[in-house]
């Protein structure tokens, strides 16, 4: 049956980190988070659907003069065109439906910033956010969830229409058929994040009865895998990395892992090439090395993929001792992740504000290639969960959920570490969402929800049920409009 676009809005609030989060060339202390509503009709009946994402400075866009006020509001704009472009669309498939509407935005993109058009990873967002409100409408209407939606048909995809090499294959022949019943939670180390708590001067402790250091995260937590931020400094990363691995080994943590991210800090691979090889020099750092799990975008999206740069004799696939190296920001069109794996990037990062179909497809994707190359004793393709700061009570569960059912057994998260759980959000809605998922969320010593992490893992049994993550319907109706949002109305606690 066809399905159609009513119409839809969007809702805001402000958020306040309880932590600084400095990555890259950024450090968030604040930042509004979007709520995008949709109606849709499908098989006559109306439906609607719900997405969130936080709106962060320096990613999107990795320009240092863009104040922060410019980056919102662009991105406020590509989420404003997604609506007003796919109100009124109808097509057969949600698949369709999410093809032409990414077409439409796109060609909308090329003709902002006076006519030289804006980064696709900025364009794009705003077309993430409907096409996710779109798939939970379209649950909430069929009561299905996520995963029967994806494994049931009920998308419509067309997968070789999206790669030639698999032509004959639905998503059931690559996905796992189960969600799984849990994932490992890899905990953010950030640039500015405390080691230990000696480190914390005594009056800026915070008494929020969350862990601050790393060292009290994995004791709180129970945390076996780490992502960690990095400078592209040598002699301040190495210092850092030192101490991490001294205090991991102290800790006796049991199968440790970790992945680096470089945010974007090189741009030319000889001089990541000999970062790399200064880090890999260190003796204290070869037994915590051994346990590296990938590293993330060391390049700049202005030359990941560019062949130029990174091709030929003195590119990639030329260093036979290169890490394993994941694209992320670089992930922002259809055809990246190919490109990336033929320049000798071993994989790419799913989170939800980069599109839902499109992380289906690359899971697709990779789990082809990786067909025989562990029998062969090749090393597998990856594709990692990575995060966006994301909390409840809708942008972190939907990710999780989607970020299950690709197969994905470690996703990076933060947002409950800079985040105080759903403080900022009113009573109702934290009520609602421990009756909902009380195996993901508990109460914390102050009252309000926080997340749950357990052996350094999340439970993901309550979203199974769920249309895209949320067992509950959220009333936007208690944030701030958009329009008000701009004309200086920023509410409090979430309440408009």
């Not at 866009?61 to 669309?89: H, Q």
């Not at 697709?364 to 594709?383: H, K, P």
Request: some cysteine; aromatic content about 8%.
């Amino acid at each position: 049956m066809p399905i159609e676009v009513l119409g839809g809005d969007i809702h805001l609030i402000e958020l306040q980190t309880r932590l600084p989060f400095r990555y890259g060339i950024a450090t968030m202390t604040e930042a509004p988070q979007a709520f995008v509503r949709l109606r849709i009709r499908v098989d006559g009946i109306e439906s609607t659907g719900i997405a969130a994402d936080l709106l962060p400075p320096k990613w999107f866009t990795k320009c240092a003069d863009t104040s922060f006020e410019t980056e919102v509001s662009e991105m406020l704009a590509t989420i404003e065109a997604a609506v007003e472009l796919a109100t009124g669309t109808r097509a057969e498939t949600p698949f369709d439906l999410w093809r032409d509407l990414s077409e439409r935005q796109a060609d909308w993109g090329r003709r902002q910033g006076g006519g030289q058009g804006w980064p696709s990873l900025l364009v794009n967002f705003g077309m993430t956010l409907v096409e996710r409100a779109m798939i939970e409408a379209l649950g909430r209407a069929r009561g299905l969830s996520w995963f029967e939606l994806l494994h049931g048909g009920g998308l419509g995809i067309r997968l070789a229409e999206c790669d030639s090499r698999l032509v004959g294959l639905e998503v059931s022949d690559l996905l796992p058929v189960r969600m799984p019943l849990e994932v490992i939670a890899r905990h953010t180390v950030g640039m500015l994040d405390p080691l230990t708590d000696a480190e914390i001067v005594r009056g800026d402790r915070l008494d929020d009865g969350l862990p601050e250091s790393l060292v009290g995260c994995v004791s709180e937590y129970g945390l076996c895998h780490l992502k960690i931020k990095l400078s592209g400094e040598i002699d301040s990363d190495l210092e850092r990395l030192c101490k991490i691995a001294s205090l991991i080994e102290s800790l006796e943590v049991e199968g440790f892992g970790f992945s680096l991210d470089c945010n974007e800090q090189f741009r030319d691979p000889g001089l990541f090439r000999e970062y790399w090889e200064r880090l890999e020099s260190v003796v204290d750092l070869r037994g915590f090395l051994g346990q590296l799990l990938f590293v993330e975008q060391p390049f700049h999206r202005d030359v990941a993929l560019d062949c130029d740069v990174m091709g030929g004799d003195c590119g990639l696939a030329s260093w036979s001792g290169r890490p394993r190296m994941i694209i992320d920001e670089s992930d922002a069109e259809p055809d990246s992740l190919r490109r990336a794996l033929e320049l000798g990037y071993q994989g790419t990062s799913h989170k939800n504000c980069k599109g839902v179909f499109h992380g289906v497809v690359n899971a697709c994707l990779i789990a082809y290639l990786n067909r025989g190359r562990s029998e062969s004793g090749l090393s597998d393709f990856v594709i990692s969960g990575e995060d966006l700061a994301n909390i409840g009570p809708v942008s972190l569960l939907q990710d999780l959920a989607v970020a299950g059912s690709l197969g994905i057994r470690s996703v990076e998260r933060n947002g409950h570490h800079y985040f105080a759980g759903l403080s900022a959000f009113p009573d109702s809605i934290g009520d609602r969402m421990l009756e909902c998922h009380g195996d993901l969320y508990h109460r914390s010593r102050d009252g309000w929800p926080t997340l749950s992490i357990r052996r350094g893992r999340l439970s993901l049994s309550s979203l199974q049920r769920a249309p895209l993550g949320v067992g509950f319907e959220l009333d936007v109706e208690r944030f701030v409009g958009l329009e008000s949002w701009r004309g200086g109305v920023r509410g409090s606690g979430g309440v408009a």
